[in-house]
């Protein structure tokens, strides 16, 4: 599995961002996919899962702005993010790991893709 997230850029407040996160190997369908982001100086923290079988969790702080969602003809992750906030800055990683469970921790994914950066700024 090698994942590849894209998608980030700078944005003002309000605005949105669609991230996206594909695998060469076209096996993310076998996989619960996540979305965590890291700001400077902070630890890396969950966002959104997609589970394998397609249903999905967000954390608090972005329910009702992000949703993350899965295409499985495409072999695409997206996160879609609206409502952006300067507190939403961060680089965002997508995480991908076998079975169902929207696993919330950094330690229980095995596969990870670069970073994008997304930056909310006026």
């Known amino acids: 599995v090698q994942l590849q997230a894209s998608g980030g850029g700078l944005v003002q407040p309000g605005g949105s961002l669609r991230l996206s996160c594909t695998d060469s190997?076209?096996?993310?369908?076998?996989?619960?996919v996540a979305w965590f982001r890291q700001a400077p100086g902070k630890e890396r923290e969950i966002v959104a899962v997609?589970?394998?079988?397609?249903?999905?969790y967000h954390t608090d702080s972005v329910k009702g702005r992000f949703t993350c969602s899965r295409d499985r003809a495409k072999n695409m992750v997206y996160l879609q993010m609206n409502s952006l906030t300067i507190g939403d800055t961060a680089v965002y990683y997508c995480?991908?790991?076998?079975?169902?469970?929207?696993?919330?921790?950094?330690?229980?994914?095995?596969?990870w893709g670069q970073g994008t950066q997304v930056t909310v700024s006026s």
């Open positions: 995480a991908a790991r076998a079975g169902n469970r929207a696993a919330m921790t950094v330690a229980e994914y095995d596969y």
């Open positions: 997609n589970r394998q079988s397609g249903s999905a």
């Open positions: 190997g076209r096996a993310l369908s076998r996989y619960s």
